[in-house]
């Protein structure tokens, strides 16, 4: 009897397996061969490689475990960068110049309690740069943007998502082309911004996240505005598994994030009305 391709395909892989387990191959390895040959492994281990003409930077404030992002088209150098930070403005802004690129937008995914954002002072640095924000925050900003207004740097497009929850005026940025995704504090890695302050709604987080991030492609990357463990960047598949929060019911969700009983963020009087302003209250003099 002639077997079907696929049924011979799988027969090898049985036959395959079998001798792996019958050797003395350790269960890491074999663990490695499953990964790679299962669709699990394929989703998690391959995101889409950025095309040659797009840069990609992730920058890191130490202080407050913010991360930024610096993006250009390496075309035409245009670029945008994501939630700057105040104190690392001028690190941004030379970096910027260093690599020959022009700021068109500080585009910050929302009006955040725990830092100054970096917009308003690149803007006197880089000028010419504008800045951008969710109407919704309720946050100055040259450009006020809502779900769908699309912002471009060369040829590159960011779609804009409203993913409110955390803050009213939570935005994420998803780069379809690169296979990328800039949560903010929407979705954190293994974890999700928290919902006791501001406007926070843990219902709105939960029901935005389940319907507008984890119906993403499996493999896109995740790139959030925080990691408090050291860890730089996620992607869908892996917190639609891994996320504790994200992955319970919405019940279950709305219990655990009523109850995370955090502290303030140490800067959270100076970063709300600093914020409200652009960033642009109190800029350090030096
Ligand atoms: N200790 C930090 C603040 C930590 C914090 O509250 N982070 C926020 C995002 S910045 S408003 C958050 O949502 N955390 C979620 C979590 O589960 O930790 C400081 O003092 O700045």
């Keep these: 009897m002639r077997l079907p391709a696929l049924s011979l395909l799988s027969a090898f892989r049985q036959t395959l397996v079998q001798q792996v387990q019958n050797t003395s191959v350790t269960p890491l390895l074999l663990k490695q061969y499953r990964l790679k040959h299962s669709d699990s492994g394929s989703k998690?281990?391959?995101?889409?490689?950025?095309?040659?003409?797009?840069?990609?930077?992730?920058?890191?404030?130490?202080?407050?475990?913010?991360?930024?992002?610096?993006?250009?088209?390496?075309?035409?150098?245009?670029?945008?960068?994501?939630?700057?930070?105040?104190?690392?403005?001028?690190?941004?802004?030379?970096?910027?110049?260093?690599?020959?690129?022009?700021?068109?937008?500080?585009?910050?995914?929302?009006?955040?309690?725990?830092?100054?954002?970096?917009?308003?002072?690149?803007?006197?640095?880089?000028?010419?740069?504008?800045?951008?924000?969710a109407k919704a925050s309720g946050a100055k900003a040259d450009i006020h943007i809502k779900e769908g207004d699309p912002v471009t740097f060369g040829r590159h497009r960011i779609d804009t998502l409203a993913t409110?929850?955390?803050?009213?005026?939570?935005?994420?940025?998803?780069i379809h082309e690169q296979g990328c995704i800039f949560t903010g504090d929407t979705v954190l890695i293994r974890g999700c911004g928290r919902t006791d302050f501001q406007e926070g709604d843990p219902a709105h987080l939960y029901e935005n996240v389940h319907s507008k991030i984890f119906t993403l492609p499996?493999?896109?990357?995740?790139?959030?505005?925080?990691?408090?463990k050291g860890l730089m960047e996620s992607s869908v598949w892996e917190e639609k598994t891994y996320n504790p929060r994200l992955t319970k019911t919405k019940e279950e969700f709305i219990n655990i994030m009523d109850n995370l009983n955090l502290p303030y963020p140490k800067k959270i009087d100076v970063s709300l009305p600093a914020n409200r302003e652009c960033g642009v209250y109190d800029i350090p003099k030096e």
Aim: contains cysteine.
């Design 44 to 133: 998690m281990f391959s995101p889409a490689p950025f095309t040659k003409d797009f840069f990609f930077r992730q920058l890191f404030d130490e202080a407050t475990w913010t991360y930024t992002y610096l993006l250009a088209d390496l075309n035409t150098r245009e670029a945008v960068i994501i939630d700057p930070v105040l104190e690392k403005a001028k690190r941004d802004a030379n970096l910027v110049k260093d690599l020959g690129f022009t700021l068109k937008y500080a585009l910050n995914t929302h009006m955040h309690a725990d830092h100054i954002t970096g917009s308003g002072w690149l803007k006197q640095l880089l000028p010419g740069s504008k800045s951008v924000i």
């Design 164 to 174: 409110p929850g955390h803050t009213n005026g939570c935005m994420s940025f998803v």
């Design 218 to 228: 499996d493999n896109f990357r995740i790139y959030p505005a925080h990691d408090y």
